[in-house]
């Protein structure tokens, strides 16, 4: 972890705020003892600022190293997921007959065993059409019988 002290010797370092010998233009001794009010209070908010930017880059890298192979992990396993419900819904129409009677039976099963059969029949009736509706598309090529 940096400390502003670090932070202000790296600053005089670089900016020739220093003393006169590591001073590029070469300065006397004279000009280094007028020294601005205003620059001390400079160098320290900029020894804070690069101290705060150091602690926050350093948690930045270890929340990363942390986090990214489980994050990447997680993809990888929602990715394969993902591709085998869209290989699962391109094939759904070679399933229909069973996802409509399988719709149908669980719907319409748990409704009688809580409301009795009649409304066990109705639901699983409506949950069979919607199911239908969700494989084929439309009930408009359902044919009640009708032989054309």
Not at 16 to 41: E, H, L, M, W, Y
Not at 48 to 69: C, G, I, Q, R, W
Not at 143 to 148: A, I, L
Request: aromatic residues 6%.
């Amino acid at each position: 972890m940096a400390t502003p002290q670090d932070s202000n010797d790296m600053v005089e370092s670089n900016c020739g705020c220093g003393d006169a010998n590591s001073s590029p233009q070469g300065s006397s001794s004279s000009d280094n003892k007028t020294v601005s009010p205003i620059r001390a209070p400079i160098k320290s908010a900029v020894g804070f600022t690069n101290a705060t930017l150091a602690d926050v880059e350093e948690a930045y890298h270890n929340v990363k190293s942390e986090v990214m192979p489980n994050l990447e992990a997680a993809a990888t396993t929602v990715q394969a997921g993902a591709q085998h419900v869209v290989t699962v819904y391109e094939k759904r129409r070679q399933y229909g007959p069973a996802i409509i009677g399988g719709t149908a039976v669980v719907m319409g099963g748990l409704v009688t065993l809580r409301r009795g059969k009649v409304p066990g029949a109705f639901v699983g009736a409506l949950s069979a059409a919607g199911a239908y509706v969700g494989v084929y598309g439309s009930l408009e090529d359902f044919s009640f019988g009708k032989k054309d």
